[in-house]
């Protein structure tokens, strides 16, 4: 399985922006697809992530409930964080991952693939 996230950005505080993941490959093993975000100094931590098996149901970090929405699109191997009222402190390196196991899960070690960053910038 491969990972291709894209779609960041410099935007103002406030803003929006739809990050994308794609994914490639045996893409049938993935149950779980989840975000995670990384800033210099700072380990790699989670922001949500959504389960294919219970209804697409999704799950957040607090720190961006209300203000993040995953979602996918099962035909074209897609997810996408939408992320809206942006914050200087969303400023990070975000990644996507896939995990084979069908429980999302907020640990980094438990997921099984893993994109390159795509990088968000919330600045004035």
């Given amino acids: 399985v491969q990972l291709q996230a894209c779609g960041g950005g410099l935007v103002r505080p406030g803003d929006s922006l739809r990050l994308s993941c794609a994914a490639s490959g045996s893409t049938f093993t993935l149950n779980v697809m989840g975000w995670f975000r990384q800033t210099p100094g700072k380990e790699r931590e989670f922001v949500g992530g959504t389960n294919r098996w219970s209804g697409g149901s999704s799950y957040y970090a607090d720190s961006v409930k209300g203000r993040f929405t995953i979602s996918r699109d ?16 969303d400023t990070a390196l975000y990644y996507c991952a896939g995990r084979r196991a069908p429980v999302v899960v907020t640990t980094v070690s438990e997921y099984d693939y893993w994109g390159q960053g795509t990088l968000v910038t919330v600045s004035s």
């Fill in 74 to 89: 099962n035909a074209k191997n897609t997810v996408y964080l939408q992320m809206n009222s942006l914050k200087p402190e």
